[in-house]
T-cell receptor, first 117, second 110 residues
Framework: GAVVSQHPSWVICKSGTSVKIECRSLDFQATTMFWYRQFPKQSLMLMATSNEGSKATYEQGVEKDKFLINHASLTLSTLTVTSAHPEDSSFYIC?????????????FGNGTRLTVT | GQNIDQPTEMTATEGAIVQINCTYQTSGFNGLFWYQQHAGEAPTFLSYNVLDGLEEKGRFSSFLSRSKGYSYLLLKELQMKDSASYLCAVTTSGTYKYIFGTGTRLKVLA
């Protein structure tokens, strides 16, 4: 089955630093990847749609200069949280869909728990 | 805009049947998906509906009525390990983005 690998699983950083999260599709190609964040006991909130070879599409209210997304290849998207603050502490999850099916299920990475101190 | 609603919490007994509802209002509906998520883990895919009717998959079934903007996930023969959050998600035509509902936390009691 399709596997999405996300790294790191958890990270603790100091306020003001930047953190990069990687999302890789291991056995399929993904022109589109999605980045979500999730606060405790809440649902997944879509942050942005990452498109291979072009700019990401951000959801309303998500700062594109703070959450930098790069989708340089068909198997890798990265999310960089720049100048992180404690309120950015959250669970970040990436997901991808098999290139062959636009209505196929999303495959999720295992998530990255970010704690900003 | 888009709106996807689910009950916040439900409790059921081991061995019982539980139905988790999801109502949605979206423009350009494409499909509806159900995911299970255990605390601290990524969601895992359970089922999806594109057309009206019931889709059965072992102990899990999902139903869709597009005219009513309504779906439910039915879990039979509940087990303790079914205690988790259940998320419904809708994809819309054109963007194929997944928009998740508020999620339902299910507790299965012995």
């Amino acid at each position: 089955g399709a596997v999405v690998s996300q790294h790191p699983s958890w990270v603790i950083c100091k306020s003001g630093t930047s953190v990069k999260i990687e999302c890789r599709s291991l056995d399929f190609q993904a022109t589109t990847m999605f980045w979500y964040r999730q606060f405790p006991k809440q649902s997944l909130m879509l942050m942005a749609t990452s498109n291979e070879g072009s700019k990401a599409t951000y959801e309303q209210g998500v700062e594109k200069d703070k959450f930098l997304i790069n989708h340089a290849s068909l198997t890798l998207s990265t999310l960089t949280v720049t100048s992180a603050h404690p309120e950015d502490s959250s669970f970040y999850i990436c997901s991808a869909r098999d290139i062959t099916g636009s209505n196929s299920p999303l495959h999720f990475g295992n998530g990255t728990r970010l704690t900003v101190t | 805009g888009q709106n996807i609603d689910q009950p916040t919490e439900m409790t059921a007994t081991e061995g019982a049947i539980v139905q988790i509802n999801c109502t949605y209002q979206t423009s350009g509906f494409n499909g509806l998906f159900w995911y299970q998520q255990h605390a601290g883990e990524a969601p895992t895919f359970l089922s999806y509906n594109v057309l009206d009717g019931l889709e059965e998959k072992g102990r899990f079934s999902s139903f869709l009525s597009r005219s009513k903007g309504y779906s439910y996930l039915l879990l039979k023969e509940l087990q303790m390990k079914d205690s988790a959050s259940y998320l419904c998600a809708v994809t819309t035509s054109g963007t194929y983005k997944y928009i998740f509902g508020t999620g339902t936390r299910l507790k299965v009691l012995a």
